[in-house]
């Protein structure tokens, strides 16, 4: 099994360079017929962090992500947890921020401590308060 970079995959989905995507889907064929893929949740933050760069609608960077997990040979650490952290990216916020949650509640280790207002709306997180200063 093979590990893919974050450039790596943005290359296989995006096909946007000339040089670099030939070499990424060769490789990406040939560590899938050789014992598969292995994605992990780092990358798919990431990806979709750089997504975002491309100005593509959040239900296309979805498809992109989705379809890249569910790719045959493809393999993710607790895929349930990783679909379910897509969906939740799908009605809106950070990839990353879904990840941490989805894999906190299978641990169960919650609540996520944040001071991330938007993140702390959701069922899970817990805003910490900020301290106010004298002055």
């Not at 093979?2 to 360079?17: E, K, Q, S, W, Y």
């Not at 899938?32 to 997504?51: H, K, M, N, Q, S």
């Not at 069922?123 to 004298?134: D, F, I, K, S, T």
Request: hydrophobic share 45%.
């Amino acid at each position: 099994m093979r590990t893919l970079d974050t450039n790596v995959a943005v290359r296989l989905l995006i096909g946007d360079d000339p040089q670099q995507t030939p070499i990424a889907e060769r490789a990406f064929l040939d560590a899938i017929a050789t014992g598969g893929v292995y994605l992990p949740d780092v990358v798919l933050a990431e990806v979709a962090w750089v997504l975002l760069g491309y100005e593509l609608e959040r239900p296309c960077r979805f498809q992109l992500l989705e379809k890249l997990v569910r790719t045959r040979g493809v393999v993710v650490d607790d895929i349930d947890a990783v679909i379910d952290a897509l969906e939740h990216f799908r009605q809106g916020g950070d990839l990353a921020d879904h990840l941490i949650l989805a894999r906190a509640s299978r641990a169960g280790a919650l609540p996520v401590l944040s001071f991330d207002q938007r993140f702390s709306t959701g069922v899970g997180v817990q805003l910490l308060p900020m301290a106010h200063r004298g002055g």
